[in-house]
Structures are given as C-alpha cells and as structure tokens.
C-alpha cells in the first residue's frame, strides 16, 4: 500500500484553516462563556431578576448617600406615620424606617455572599477530596455530609447561633461552616464522572499532579453547578438570616436587618396599626431572594449542558 | 434489594451515632453555660460549683456524652433546666399540637402542589406552566414569617374571619371545631411555603413521565388525552411524588418552628424558641436529636421507598 | 515446528527491548453483599507479555472488551496493574510511585481513541500544549511560544490555531492537537489506543500517515491499539492478537496475515474484506457467539467455546504462547 503524500494532507488542512477564517469573520467564535451569557441574556425573568439584584448592590454601597437620614439616628416622633419627611415613618424609638430599610440591605448582601462563600469553598474542597481519592477518604466525608444533612437546618442554626451569640458575624459562620454538604455532594459527583473522561486521563498521563488536575483540569469543568448552587445559596441564606432575626437570634438592634425590623410585628398593636413599619421590609425580602432566584433559574437552565447543541 | 435496604439501614447507624455527637458537641462546646442563667451576685462560688456538680456539669465531656446517651438509649432525656420536668414530659405535652400542624400542612401542600404541578408538566411552556412556576418561585422566596404576619394581618385583623393565634379560644372549653378554627391559618402557611418547592418536584417528575415511550404508545393506541394523562403517566408520576416527603421535612420542621412562633402555636417549635432563650439545654438537645432522627429516617424512608418502587436503582 | 520458549531471544538479538511487559494482569475486583466483600475479578488483562523494540510499532488487535486498551493504559500507568511487570528501559514501571513515575512520564505518552473528549473544552490549544512542558520546566517561559507553534506545524495545523479552542475543530484536527500534545514532551514510546477508530474512513489515513511521518522523524516507538485490521496492519511492524486478556498470537505483520496458525487470528482476518480477489483467504473461519465474560472466563483455552477446531484438551489445558519470531497460543495451530 503506498501512503498518501503528506503534502495532500497539508493542502486539505489550508482549505480547512481558510474555511476557519471564514467563520472567524462571521463571528463565529464563541468562547463557552459567551454562550452561556448569550443563554442567560435570552431568560426574561433571569434578566430581570439580574437588574433588580444589581440596583439592591447600588443601594447598599451607596446607601449613605440614598438614605434620607442617619439610621441610627433618635431624634424624631415615636411611630410616626409616613409623611414628607419621613416616607415610611419612624420607628419605636423615633429612627427613619426607609434609612434603616436601605442600609438593612448591606446586612443582607454580608450574609448572603460571605456565608455562600465560605460554604462554596469547603463544599468544593471537601467534595473534591472525596470524589478524586475515592476509598476511605470519600467513605468518611460523605457521612459526614450526611451527618450535617441531617439535622433540619433552621433548627441547628437556632441552636448554634443562640449559643454562640446572635451577631452578624457568627450568622455568616454558622450558615458557612453548615451549609456546604450540598456542595460537597455536588462537586463529588461532578469529579467522579469528570476523573474519567480521557482528558484528565492525559493530565495523568502527562505526570500532572493530583492537586493541579483537580484545581487545573477538573473543577473549571464543574463550575457550572456550583454557580448556580451558590446563587440560590444566596437566596436562601439571605431568607435563614432575616427568619433568625426576625425571631430575635440574628442581627441585633440597633442595627437594621429587614428581619429584626418586622419583629415587632409581633405585636399585634403593631401588626394592626402600623403597617408601613413591617410590610416594606418584608417586600424587601421577597424582592431580593426572588430576583437572586430568577437569576439562579435563568443560570441553571444558561448552563445545562443537555440544552447545548 | 433486600440487601441493599439492610446496608442502607447499616449506613445509617454509624451517622446516628455521629449526629448524637454533633448534637452533644455544638450545645456542649458553646460559650456560656446553663448556671449562668442561675447565678446572682448572691451566690458564693461555692454554691455555684454546688449547682454545677449536681447538674453534672463539672465532669469530663466523654463522661456527660456517656451518660447523655446511656439515659437516652433508655428513653431519658433528662430533666430540663427551665421547668425542672423530664424533659420527655415536656416534649409530650407538645408533640401532638406539632403533628396535627404538620401533618394538615403537608396534605394542603399536596393539594395544591400535585394539581399545579400536572397541569404545569402536561402543558409544558403554557401560561399555566409560566403561572405556576412563577407561584412555585413565590413560594420559596416568601419568608415563612412575613406570610404568617400576612395572613394574621388580612384574615384576623382586617376580615376578622380567624383567630389570630393560640390553638384554643382562651376560657372555652375548646372542642374539635374551635381547634380547626385556629388550625387553618398556620397550616395554610407552612402548607403553601412547602409548596412551592413540591411544584417543582411534582412538575419535574410528570415530564419524566410524560417523556417516556409507553405514553407515546398510549396516546398511538388512540387513548384520550385525559385517559393518558390521568391513568398512565400520573399513576406511575405518583410513587416519586409520594416519597418526596423525606425531602420535605427538614423544610416542614424548620417551617414549624416559625409558623408556631407567629401563631402562637404550642408546639415543639415554640418549645425549641423557649428553650433557646432560657437555655434549657437538656431539652434544646432533645429537641434537635428528635428532628434529626426524623429527618434521618424520612430520609431512609424515601432511599427504601424508591428501591422498592424503582427496580432499576443500582445497589451500591 | 521448533518449538521455543517465547522467552528466548527474538531475532532482533542485538538490540535491546524499550518496553518488556511481562505477565501483566489487571483485574477489577466485583464486590457484593452488605460487606461489600471481593466475590470475583473481572480479568480484563490476564497475563499478558510481550516486548517492544526501538523504533517500531507493535500493533495490539482483538474484539472490544479483550482488554487491549486496559494492557495499553496499563502500561502508562493509568490503571494500577493487579500483577506483572512492565519493564521500560531495564525499570520496572509497575512497581514505581507516582513521584517517580511522574518523572518517567515524559518518555511516556499516550494518544486517545475519542477526540472528543481527550481535550479539555476549557483550555486554548495553545493552553493545552504549554502547560505540559511548563509544568516539566522543559523549555524556558519565553521559548514555550515557539516551541509550541513548531509543534503545530509538525502535525501539520497553523501555528495562530493556538489562540482557539476545541469545539472549533474537527474530529481529524482534534486528533492532531492530541497527537501534538502526546508528542511535545518528546516521549519514547507512544501508546496509541485506537486513534483512528472514532475519525472518518477519509481522515483515517491521513493520521496514520502523519503517526508514520513523525515516527520516522522522531524516532518514536508505538504500541498501537486497533480494532480495525486495515490500520494495524498499515502501520505495524509485528502485531499481537489478544483474545480475552491474553495474546493468542504475535508475529511480523505479513506472517500474521499470510501465516497465521490461531483459529482466532484466522477469524478475524477472514472478517477483513480484502481487496484482491487472488489473495483472499481462500479457507473462511467464521466464529459463532458472543465473546465470553471477562469476569469467569472458559477453562483451558479461553477461546474453545467458539473455535471450530475445539478438541478436548483444548477444553482442560491452557495452551502456552511457543514460538520465537511468530508465537502462538494453541494446541493445533494450523498450517
């Protein structure tokens, strides 16, 4: 059999490359994350939910500056209601309810985005861990994951909170250092299937490290869910945080948190009489978790990879 | 099967055992102990070391673990710091309130999630579909507690249609109907908020359904719609939807915990709220290693249920 | 017939093997029960030797499931061998760590069967091609650049190509950028596990022939997995027909195809469509069943459950792999 010569092959590769170019002027080349915003842009509630997100962002970096007065400030009429001067009246003790509704929005976006952090970074380590190494290292952590996952969260966090101490910094702990197991679940099942595929076959074969083959190789490839985990992570961590507040194992006064601002609608007085005080910051709630969580869908369905062609 | 029912049950033990330790740790461990609650600045450090050791808070902490779990396996939970009661008899006095709670909320949420659900799946990317995902996201981002507040607000205060908490009229003798009365507005509560989240199950697992093969060939055969539709993809749609309620009762639980602190209701959760702000904590620990046994078991419960149901779960 | 160990010196007496494998086994255990007790190995490779000399290519052919491409990844030490050793260069690579085999893995390299999934989505070519000699600090930070447009044009793709990403190329260019990738550490021998199986009939000759330019170029040494006849014998020097974790036969390629003496081989080739009429075989084997589990293999002959030629002993005695220049493992070999 003679071989074919080479100079054939290179010819075809030039028509190939110029067809290449071609696309290339069309626009063509789309790296993943283009398509992936591309996707997520197409998702009309995700979009919304995105703005909203970002004017709660603008808020709370800017709220000195939006906020009509000092939050803290005692200095007006007790329970006032709303006027001019003050949009959603005053509070108990005669504090702007709408400079505490802005500024609570920081406490909010702390908790959120510092307690998914820290439960994204020990879920991926400990999920990376299990399903790489296999054997007794993924035995031990996947019951202790199990462990973790089974005590009903809200109530663990009552508990852990009340005897650490209601503040904002040991809420940001507690729903860290509790809320990875998911996580950990996640990543496991993304490395366990990615170990196989034949490109990180080649990393080992190449004489890479474990460590930079799962921080190089494999968890670029399971980003996706963790992303979308962690968006509705936020969400909910921001809701677990205004419920512990609201029940007064959160975020103490006077520090504005939406949640400690609708305890006292405990009181029927209030309930009954003074809605401006607890229906804004309830809205407030409903408004940020819901857009993070159309923003969570719209990423989740951008990302899926059964939709790509 | 059978087998893999009983490495599931073996599976589970060794977690049991590692919850009770958690359970002990994160109450034991904590700044702040009970005697603090008891101390005046009356007392001598004699008498507060007196208290201590009759309480037994001066021994080892494996020595407390022993003993902790040598009553519990014997059904003592201890006596609780705040009532001086067994803390058993406390759990019993508000267990019942708890289960009628939860039990009549998880059957509104299946009323309202299995019909939403089907007909969100059966016309998928309809406007039903787009209204009762929209609903579903509602439910999950509404805090419990601004909906039970809501519904104080509207349905007690404003159409004063419902009490606005507790589980008896205070002074009547009470009687079934007056219960139900109080019943219904936290029930629908933590009902719609488990909701929310059962839509999506219940939407997910129908398309599952209505996707495979036998109902392509049903609808060939030239079935009715609603025939297909009802009698073959819900029938085999059901058994996942039913064993999702393992899934639901950390939600349930945590939900009890609010809903029963806004209306009032005198169950375990207003009994853990209680318990946190004397810290009572023989019964706080009680309370948490009988909701993690029950999350532990449901979620046992749905890992068999599934195996039985679905012949095709690999064992391992 | 002389019949000799297949251990004694092949002809190529004056040179020494690159690769010896010797005995290879590679089991994956079944486990069942609540204790997950070891109740059985599937025995995907079981005993395997052969050797491999500088400069050629020794081709491995069998049905799917014969365990020839667990014997080639065994060998680069993607599967840790149950038993045997795989001598490479007088070092026994069976028994290395991975510190030291990590140092060995730049003579050693491997060619993937699906181009699809052999690169990683997220990374440039360019990426792709650096990082392995970034990482071995074979070349200096400012001379990678170079070194990686020099090896594209070898496997002949445009040095701008680097900027891309997969997704971007076809099947047949993807298949080069793994060859470029298997090649830029500058490896002695090359596992090539089926690297034209997944490509178009119109591509596979054109890889094969850049796999034959660059062994010829670079010296190389390849161990090539096949499932297709029509590539091994294209580009091998001796092939190795593996029947269910064993080699049944192993020779020069012309003897294999003109020669062969297993019933099995002569199966196989008797599958092989053969252009010219007067060379066609003119005596048919042509195999019943399916290949037997892996997990509880026949007795004796691993193969007497299909061979037409089956006698009794077949069935009672494993028959050795005898010969020097052309080895078989049968009881009767034919003539």
Known sequence: MSSPNLNLDKHNQVISSNLLIQADVLGQEESYMKVIVTRFLKHKLAVVGLVTFILIVLMALFAPIIAPHDPYEIGYEFEAKPSMEHPLGTDQIGRDVLSRLIYASRISLAVGIGAVTIYVIIGTILGAIAGYMGKWADMIIMRITDVFMSFPFLMVILVLVSVMGPNLFNIILVLGFLGWPPVARLVRGSVLSLKEMDYIKAGVALGYTAPRILVHHILPNALAPILVNATFGIAFAIITEASLSFLGMGVQPPTASWGNMLTEAQSLTVLAQQPWLWIPPGLFIILAVISINFMGDGLRDAVDPKSFK | MFQYIIRRIAIAIPVLFGVTIFNFLIINLAPGNPVDMFINPNMSEADINARKEALGLNDPLWEQYASWMGNLLQGDFGYSFSTYEPVLNNIADRIGPTILLMGSALIIAYLIAIPIGILSATKQYSFTDYFATTFSFFGISIPNFFLGLGAIYIFAILLPIFPTGGMNTLGSSGGILDTLRHLILPAFVLGTAIAGSMVRYVRSSMLEVLGQDYLRTARAKGLHEFVVNNKHALRNALIPIITIIGLEIPLLIGGAVITEQIFQWPGLGQLTIQSIGSRDYPTLMALNFLAAITVLFSNLFTDIMYSVVDPRIKYN | MIQESVKEKPPESEKQPLLQVKNLKQYYPIKKGILSRTVGNVKAVDGVSFDIFPGETLGLVGESGCGKSTTGRAIVRLENPTEGEIIFEGKNLADFSNVEMRNIRTDLQIIFQDPYSSLNPRKRIGDLLSEPLLFHKLVKPSEVKKKVADILE??????????????????????????????????????????????????????????????????????????????????????????????????????????????????????????????????????????????????????????????????????????????????????
């Open chain 3, 154 to 335: 070898i496997v002949g793709l445009p040095s701008a190509y680097s900027n891309r990403y997969p997704h971007e190329f076809s099947g047949g260019q993807r298949q080069r950028i793994g060859i470029a990738r298997a090649l830029i550490l500058n490896p002695k021998l090359i596992v090539c596990d089926e690297p034209v199986s997944a490509l178009d009939v119109s591509i596979q000759a054109q890889v094969l022939n850049l796999l034959k330019d660059l062994q010829k170029e670079f010296n190389l040494t390849f161990l090539f997995i096949g499932h297709g006849l029509g590539a091994v014998k294209y580009i091998s020097d001796r092939i190795a027909v593996m029947y269910l974790g064993n080699i049944v036969e192993i020779g020069k390629t012309e003897e294999i195809f003109k020669n062969s003496k297993h019933p099995y081989t002569r199966a196989l080739l008797s599958a092989y469509p053969i252009p010219n009429p007067h060379l066609r075989n003119k005596e048919k084997i042509v195999i019943q069943g399916d290949i037997p589990s892996p997990s509880n293999p026949p007795s004796g002959c691993k193969f007497h459950t299909r061979c037409p030629f089956v006698q009794s002993k077949c069935k009672e005695e494993v028959p050795l792999l005898l010969g020097s220049n052309h080895s078989v493992a049968c009881h009767y070999p034919l003539n």
